[in-house]
């Protein structure tokens, strides 16, 4: 089995396929530091050298001795554990034993890789995985494999195993990077709370659990927030039909998600400190929030789970960072928006972000960070989209005010989109120039000009 064209054999990293590596040093990245890793179906042991390399601490599994005798000898490390085992022997691992489980280059080779799956996610809360893709690498009946998977295949499976996949990643050929582009492999990270351990035993009655739902990647979502231009959400959508007519995902900041149907819900805010302000407030809104949050199925999105709050996870701060570059939040609407950069969507759209209220000095902060993730998504060629009457990206002020300093100017653009934009300036009539208060007006942040203070 050693050499059988198979398996990547050499004795040194420079010997292995450069997309083999590219999963691990991907992996390494995204673990937590000095985790416990389970390296499934480890081969000869060169990801499990990489992640010890990092300081994680890995138990290196294989089912074939002459690949572990291999790996002892070429890439052994002491924080390393070698087990010639098959995959099954993952049941006899207590819930909770490793923090992360690694398993590259495996599911293809199983008939039905469900069992395998639910015991993963007994014995860690993330999984890492990759599979041969269908769509740009066709199944042709290779020897060691049974089947390659499309992407909906694969999150399916992932789904029915009790996993929430949270970011999707490719490599398009065999020198790959892992990156966005699609290509010949799919590569996952996916969590689910700790669980207990599925004996072998017990597989059948596992498998006739009911699927776990499943964090698939939307291509376009609307993110909604409680301000006034909400309300061109809700009359859009009753004239399409429905929210489903108009984009693939509905999220939820805080308390809209119990006035209007969300799919995923953001409460940035420690329900502990929550709790707090209730208890000062019983009559407050954040004290019926908190009431409809101890129901809500989730998943809401939050810094730090709570066992009375069945729906919570957390949210995946590490990961974010990294996939966005910047450690700046300074709202639960800025969380939404990286969130969402993050997991790759091609279509954001925001409503009721209109940061324009009486007395906003004592409103949540929020708009320029925003505005900061929006400026990232798009950077990246995330396509947006706002309602004309919010205040958010200055999206109802005249286009005259949006081009600053050109005030003896007409200002006119052709283009945008696929197309190069095209300005053209044209010297405006001197009477029709701004007047010296017009300008001093602009100045004036006292008091918001639009339509959309709240009263």
């Known amino acids: 089995m050693l050499h059988s064209g198979e398996r990547q054999v050499a004795p040194t990293l420079d010997g292995i396929r450069r997309d083999h590596l590219a999963r691990y040093y991907w992996a390494e990245r995204l673990l937590e530091p000095n985790s416990r890793v389970l ?55 207590q819930a909770g034993a490793f923090d992360a489980v690694t398993c590259f280059e495996t599911i293809e080779h199983l008939s039905d890789p469900a069992p395998l799956l639910r015991m993963l996610r007994a014995v860690a809360p993330k999984l ?48 790959s990077e ?65 929210r489903s007519a108009f984009c693939d995902e509905v999220w939820g900041i805080n308390a809209v ?73 300074n709202s639960t609407a800025a969380y939404a928006v990286a969130y969402a950069v993050h997991i790759g969507v091609k279509k954001i759209g925001l409503f009721g972000f209109d940061f324009t209220y009486k007395d906003s000095h004592k409103a949540e902060k929020g708009r320029a960070c925003v505005e900061f993730h929006l400026g990232i998504a798009k950077a990246r060629g995330i396509e947006l989209g706002f309602p004309e009457n919010t205040s958010l990206m200055d999206a109802c002020a005249p286009f005259e005010e949006r081009i600053y300093g050109y005030d003896t100017l007409d200002v006119a653009m052709d283009g945008g989109g696929d197309e190069p934009v095209t300005v053209r300036l044209t010297p405006k009539a001197e009477e029709r120039w701004v007047t010296a208060a017009q300008i001093e007006a602009r100045y004036d942040h006292a008091k918001h000009p639009n339509r959309l203070v709240a009263k």
């Open 128 to 175: 890492l995985a990759s599979v041969p893709n269908e769509t740009f690498f066709p199944f042709r009946n290779y020897q060691f494999h049974y089947r390659h998977y499309t992407e909906d295949q694969f999150l399916a499976l992932l789904a029915e195993a009790g996993f929430f996949v949270d970011v999707v990643r490719h490599q398009a050929d065999a020198e």
């Open 178 to 242: 892992v990156e966005m582009t699609p290509g010949r492999t799919l590569i996952a990270s996916a969590f689910a709370p700790p669980a207990k351990p599925v004996a072998l035993s017990e597989l059948n009655a596992a498998e006739r659990r009911a699927p776990a739902p499943i964090e698939r990647v939307p291509e376009h979502v609307v993110i909604l927030g409680l301000g006034p231009s909400l309300e061109a959400f809700v009359d859009l959508t009753k004239r399409l039909g429905g």
């Open 39 to 93: 390296d499934i179906a480890c081969g000869v042991g060169y990801g499990a050298h990489i992640l010890a390399s990092a300081g994680h601490r890995v138990t290196a599994i294989d089912r074939d001795q002459e690949a572990i005798d291999w790996g002892r000898k070429h890439f052994d490390h002491p924080n390393i554990v070698w087990q010639c085992a098959d995959v099954g022997f993952v049941g006899a691992y």
């Open 257 to 329: 998600a119990d006035v209007i149907q969300c799919d995923r819900v953001f409460h940035m805010d420690d329900v502990r400190i929550q709790e707090l302000r209730a208890k000062a407030a019983p009559d407050s809104n954040i004290a019926r929030m908190l009431a409809w949050l101890k129901r809500h199925p989730g998943p809401v999105y939050t810094s730090r789970a709570h066992q009375d709050y069945p729906g919570l996870v957390e949210y995946p701060l590490q990961d974010v960072i990294r996939s966005c570059g910047f450690a700046y939040f």
